[in-house]
Structures are given as structure tokens and as C-alpha cells.
């Protein structure tokens, strides 16, 4: 069974600046999507960014980038420039490609983050 | 636009009652999946579907049954609500094109308080 960490409960940062969110996974699978997802205060989840296992390029949308290590199974989120409406609850989350995996995710337990002012 | 709509966002039942919650996809999309979502503990898996009448149990199915009888609609159903059974639903889907790089799109998400 696959799980996912998401050591930081709770982090803050000051607008303009940048954040880094961390995760970490646990898997034999060596086929496999990450993801990163965001949950503002008005709930609806929507994806951030995602990331191939098989590309070692990490992906970027815009402010936000993440930082792939495969061998070390981590997958740390970047957000530059933060901007007051990326106050929300982010997700880590994975899914594995193989064995009818019917595309279900793994998800972390988030971490809240605030942007101040 | 992409559109999942949950039936209600807020709702109060009672111990014991039997409690439907509706999920309703406009993208003829062939997954389907039901979460719950607690403080602390992230999101956990009820329940998915992958076609119309087939469904798995994903990581918490006790006390909770569904029912996917159109492509579009999956229905969550508490069997006799408890107490421990009070917490945000959310409901999802997700094409299979792609081979999995689709997103998942969620719902608003049900605020559910067994009394």
C-alpha cells in the first residue's frame, strides 16, 4: 500500500514571498503520477500541478513548481511570489499506474497554509 | 465548464436514519469516487466506481454502501447514520483518457452532522 507524509501541519508566509511545502511517499511502484491539489476557504478542491514519475523534469505552472526526487521519494511543492489567494489546504497526492489502479489517489493529510498581509 | 454538483452542502440527520447523498458529473466521465474528509487525518477513500453499476471499496467502506445506476449520478448511502459518521463528504471524477494524467474533479462537498 502506498502513503503519503505531509510533515508540516500548518505553515505561514508573508505576501510577495516564497514557500516550499514538502511531501513524502512510500512505494515499490515504479510507474506512478504525483499531484498536488488546493482547497481554498470555499472548499472546492482543484489540481495544482502534476508530476509523471517517468519524467525527470520537474513540472512548473506559472508561481508554482515542484522539486521531484524519485529516489529519495519526495515531492516538495514551490510557491513563488505568494499571493493572498493561496490561502488554502494543499494536498500531496499519489497514484499508481499498474495493476488496475481504476486511477485512485493517495492523499496526504494536508498542510494549511496562510498568506499574510 | 467542468461541473460536479453535490446535493447539499450542509445536512442534519439522525442517529440511526438511513442518509442518501447525491454526486451528479456533466462530463461523461467513467470514474467516480466518494471521500471523507476529517481535520488531521486528509482525505480517506469510501468508495469508487469505474462504470455504470460496478463499484470498489476504497480504504473506509464500513457503514457506507453506493449505488451508481447512471453514467452521471453516484450515490453515496449511509446504511443507519452514527455520530462517527459527522464529516465533510466530497465526491470526485475523472476521465479514463490519458492514462491517468486527468485530474480528479471535485465537488463542493457535503457537511454531514448525525445527531
Known amino acids: 500500500a502506498q502513503t503519503v507524509t505531509q510533515s508540516q501541519p500548518e505553515m505561514s508566509v508573508q505576501e510577495a514571498e516564497t514557500v516550499t511545502l514538502s511531501c513524502t511517499y512510500d512505494?515499490?511502484?515504479?510507474?506512478?503520477?504525483l499531484f498536488w491539489y488546493k482547497q481554498p476557504p470555499s472548499r472546492q478542491m482543484i489540481l495544482v500541478i502534476r508530476?509523471?514519475?517517468?519524467?525527470?523534469q520537474n513540472a512548473t505552472e506559472n508561481r508554482f513548481s515542484v522539486n521531484f526526487q524519485k529516489a529519495a521519494k519526495s515531492f516538495s511543492l514551490k510557491i513563488s511570489d505568494s499571493q493572498l489567494g493561496d490561502t488554502a489546504m494543499y494536498f500531496c497526492?499519489?497514484?499508481?499506474?499498474?495493476?488496475?489502479?481504476?486511477?485512485?489517489?493517495?492523499f496526504g493529510k494536508g498542510t494549511l497554509l496562510t498568506v499574510n498581509p | 465548464d467542468v461541473k460536479v454538483t453535490q446535493s447539499s452542502r450542509y445536512l442534519v440527520k439522525r442517529t440511526g436514519e438511513k442518509v442518501f447523498l447525491e454526486c451528479v458529473q456533466d462530463?461523461?466521465?467513467?470514474?467516480m469516487f466518494w471521500y471523507r474528509q476529517d481535520p488531521g487525518l486528509g482525505l480517506r477513500l469510501i468508495y469508487f466506481?469505474?462504470?455504470?453499476?460496478?463499484?470498489e471499496k476504497g480504504d473506509i467502506p464500513e457503514g457506507y454502501s453506493v449505488s451508481r445506476e447512471k453514467k452521471e449520478r453516484f450515490s453515496l448511502i449511509l446504511e443507519s447514520a452514527s455520530t462517527n459518521q459527522t464529516s465533510m463528504y466530497l465526491c470526485?471524477?475523472?476521465?479514463?483518457?490519458?492514462?491517468?494524467?486527468?485530474?480528479?474533479?471535485f465537488g463542493d462537498g457535503t457537511r454531514l452532522s448525525i445527531l
Open positions: 470526485a471524477s475523472t476521465s479514463r483518457l490519458g492514462g491517468g494524467n486527468q485530474p480528479q474533479h
Open positions: 512505494t515499490s511502484e515504479n510507474n506512478y503520477y
Open positions: 508530476q509523471e514519475a517517468y519524467k525527470q
Open positions: 497526492a499519489f497514484m499508481k499506474l499498474t495493476g488496475g489502479s481504476n486511477y485512485k489517489l493517495t
Open positions: 462530463m461523461d466521465h467513467e470514474n
Open positions: 466506481s469505474y462504470d455504470v453499476k460496478m463499484k
